[in-house]
């Protein structure tokens, strides 16, 4: 049920579940206080562009009931969370308030909302990222009960032809892909008891925003990797594939899904695949780099306290916790 609460000089109402309806507004809030925190952080005349549509809607649609928004007096959103589970792992990504509505309490309200939703849909691991070098972001989500954990590295390898073209969701018939589907909600389970990324294959083929790649080994399947092609940034081109997820058994079939991966991106247009490798897997992490990959970015993984995530005793399993 909404609430109205005072923040500042404005009675602020929430939280709202956030439709397609609210992409501009939620665009606006994004970008502004993204780009004043760049401006904080030194990186004066860096103004963050709005996120493309279709991601948000993916966004939207991902999170369910957990696209949480909050509305000023003027009934525009002052502030969001998109609260997200894949089974027991939950995480919040992107969220923001509104520049001057910020240092008054209402990004305490947010996270607090995520975090509870979380608990409600019986989530075991309760996290989140964030520059590593924004001390009052690290500080602001310690104090609400986050730990820091390990960086996630952004690290690129540019496309390149296969020997063969990868095996992906979307070459299948509708009986041949619920199969796969439920293979890949069984290869994860294995690996990480109660996690489960299907939703996301699913509703990727459905938007068509990227396709999943699919790696077998005597019929059997060893790892699937979920990838956006569709442009993060509204008005821009196709430049990277961005994976989303992926799960390999074995770091053989995690070698076999980078080859393919990179194939399919230079199969749909793209210049480069981005892999968002945790430090949990650094052979994974090593294996890019032998391959001439490149460091573009890094992350801090923080979780609440009680509620981190945990490594596989085997394989590989990346997780994006952004959009």
């Known amino acids: 049920m909404a609430t109205s609460r005072s923040w500042k000089t404005q009675t602020v109402e929430g939280p709202f579940r956030a439709s397609v309806a609210e992409i501009g507004d939620l665009n606006q809030v994004f970008s502004d206080s993204f780009t004043e925190r760049y401006r904080k952080d030194g990186m004066v005349g860096v103004r963050v562009p709005f996120l493309n549509p279709a991601i948000w809607r993916y966004a939207i649609e991902d999170a369910g009931d957990g696209a949480m928004f909050w509305r000023g007096e003027r009934g525009h959103v002052v502030a969001f969370n998109m609260v997200h589970h894949s089974g027991i792992e939950g995480w919040m990504g992107p969220l923001a308030v509104r520049t001057e509505q910020q240092g008054a309490g209402l990004g305490k309200e947010i996270v607090n909302a995520g975090i509870e939703w979380l608990r409600r849909q019986s989530a075991r691991v309760i996290g989140l990222e964030t520059m590593p070098r924004t001390m009052d972001n690290i500080g602001f989500y310690s104090r609400l009960g986050f730990v820091p954990g390990r960086l996630t590295l952004t690290t690129t390898l540019d496309a390149a032809h296969g020997d063969v073209p990868c095996r992906v ?155």
Not at 199 to 204: A, F, H, I, P
Not at 210 to 227: I, K, M, N, P, S
């Open 169 to 323: 969701l979307s070459r299948l018939g509708s009986s041949a892909r619920h199969d796969a589907v439920a293979e890949c909600r069984a290869l994860v389970n294995e690996l990480l008891p109660g996690y489960d990324y299907t939703r996301e294959v699913s509703l990727t083929h459905e938007l068509g925003l990227g396709d999943t790649v699919l790696v077998h080994e005597r019929d059997q399947l060893v790892g699937f990797a979920l990838a956006h092609s569709a442009p993060l940034v509204e008005g821009r081109v196709r430049e990277d594939l961005r994976v989303l997820k992926l799960v390999a058994a074995s770091q053989p079939a995690f070698d076999r899904l980078v080859t393919s991966l990179s194939d399919l991106a230079r199969r749909s247009g793209t210049r480069r695949v981005a892999f968002r490798v945790q430090g949990d897997f650094p052979s994974a992490y090593q294996s890019l780099i032998r391959r001439n990959g490149q460091v573009r970015w890094t992350d801090l993984r923080m979780a609440h306290e009680g509620c981190a995530e945990g490594a596989p005793a085997r394989g590989v399993v990346l997780s994006n916790w952004e959009i």
